[in-house]
């Protein structure tokens, strides 16, 4: 069955860095999109960022452009989310998500803080 697994959250400082990773299985990685996501306290659901099947292309939410990167291994059945400068609001549960037949897959996210 298709799973989705981030990991990589944490406690860190203002202006500190974090990479998350999202491991996935059962489904064909490398021809799919894929996503993340955040949700803060009290708050929706918000889009953060998507790249391509191959990786060539990315696209930013506003509050994160410039200091987040999104990246995958296809080897590796692997997506990144490098990110530098971070700020209070950054404060979320994180989750990747994939979109495989119409249907909408998410992991189990992974909570990132950060407070000085």
């Known amino acids: 069955q298709v799973q989705l697994v981030e990991s990589g959250g944490g406690l860190v400082q203002p202006g500190g860095s974090l990479r998350l990773s999202c491991l996935v299985s059962?489904?064909?990685?490398?021809?799919?999109?894929m996503k993340w996501y955040r949700q803060a306290p009290g708050k929706e659901r918000e889009w953060v960022a998507v790249?391509?099947?191959?990786?060539?292309?990315?696209k930013y939410s506003e509050s994160v452009k410039g200091r987040f990167t999104i990246s995958r291994d296809n080897a590796k059945n692997t997506m990144y989310l490098q990110m530098n400068s971070l700020k209070p609001e950054d404060t979320a549960v994180y989750y990747c998500?994939?979109?495989?037949?119409?249907?909408?897959?998410w992991g189990q996210g992974t909570q990132v803080t950060v407070s000085s």
């Open positions: 998500n994939a979109q495989v037949r119409s249907i909408a897959y």
């Open positions: 059962g489904f064909t990685f490398s021809i799919y999109g």
């Open positions: 790249i391509s099947s191959s990786g060539a292309s990315s």
